[in-house]
């Protein structure tokens, strides 16, 4: 209840203490990744519990290309795989009663929606930043310039430092020429997300306070942009659930993730709604929750060139 009693006398009648007109309300972290993945097409309802995301891999390059006027055309081998995304239910909700409606100064259901609307937002954000964070390529810095790369899912090394502009250098050098990653809706740009921690190492770093002079606010093309770097647009996240702000020795690492186009998905039956339940126990107990049937997933669970699209910034 957002109200007490109190007697208003050593024997007698209750009162309610006066409430502000005012209601305050806790604050909450914003909120991502949810921008960057989209909705699997032609997938919905009656359309089965998992969608599969066809895969197709890249025919090699051959070291020479021609041959002779009487020779057959070389053959080479095309191969495809499969992944896929199998929906479940998010939700939560919360009861309240009639007597609470009747006596609350203000109105409760509408606080109630609000609050779990900010709710929904933050646990689909963290759903929505596992597949990133499932990435098999590791990203470990080690030294103020330079780091670690694990490729089999899993990071082997501590990480010694935070996050710099040197890191993001060797990343996009990394994605660009040894794994060969899309940017972002087919241009050449990348994004990286990165908690609040991280964020502060690429801000105190003296090249990124540089490359920030010339940028105006048209330059920024995401929530919660802060600047771009190296073809790298930066976005701050301060959901510590999403991306961590402790990792590495004494935590000296903000959790970040960098990647290109086609990075993850989401399969999508019903949309998060809001949803209030039938009255019970005579029209004396009322719910409100929120409901959907949806769920993330990487679309390159490998390591591969030509077909990871993200590095996850983390620590063993």
């Known amino acids: 209840m957002p109200f007490e009693w109190g007697w208003d006398a050593t024997t007698g009648t209750f009162k309610n203490h006066e409430v502000s007109d005012k209601v305050r309300e806790a604050s909450v972290a914003m909120t991502k990744f949810m921008q960057f993945v989209d909705p699997e097409p032609g997938y919905g309802k009656k359309k089965g519990e998992s969608v599969t995301i066809p895969r197709i891999k890249n025919v090699a390059e051959p070291t020479d290309a021609t041959f002779g006027e009487r020779d057959r055309v070389p053959i080479d081998q095309f191969s495809m ?44 954000d963290t759903a929505a930043a596992a597949p990133f964070k499932a990435a098999q390529i590791k990203f ?74 010339y940028k105006g606010d048209g330059a920024y093309l995401a929530k919660g942009e802060i600047g771009k770097v190296e073809n790298i647009h930066v976005v701050e996240v301060n959901h510590t659930n999403a991306l961590a702000n402790n990792k590495g020795t004494g935590g000296v690492l903000g959790e970040f993730v960098v990647f290109g186009d086609d990075a993850a998905a989401m399969a999508v039956v019903e949309d998060p709604e809001l949803r209030v339940a ?24 490998t390591a591969n060139d030509g077909e990871a699209r993200i590095i996850h910034g983390t620590s063993s």
């Not at 409606?101 to 900010?118: A, C, S, W, Y």
């Not at 050449?188 to 991280?198: G, I, Q, V, W």
């Not at 019970?280 to 390159?300: E, P, T």
């Open 81 to 124: 795989s499969t992944t896929s995304i199998t929906v479940k239910y998010f939700g939560r909700g919360i009861e309240l009663t009639s007597m609470a409606e009747l006596l609350t100064t203000f109105d409760l259901r509408d606080r109630i929606q609000r609050k779990l609307m900010q709710q929904m937002r933050l646990a689909l």
């Open 278 to 301: 039938l009255p019970g126990n005579f029209g004396l107990q009322h719910a409100i929750a929120w409901v959907g049937l949806l769920n993330f997933g990487i679309v390159w669970d």
């Open 140 to 213: 470990i810095p080690t030294s103020l310039a330079s780091g670690t790369f694990d490729t089999d899912g899993t990071a082997s090394t501590a990480a010694t430092v935070n996050l710099s502009v040197s890191h993001l250098k060797v990343i996009r050098d990394y994605m660009m020429d040894t794994i060969h990653v899309p940017g972002w809706r087919g241009g050449d740009e990348f994004y990286c997300l990165a908690s609040t921690k991280a964020c502060r190492g690429v801000r105190n770093d003296p090249e990124w306070i540089e490359a920030q002079k």
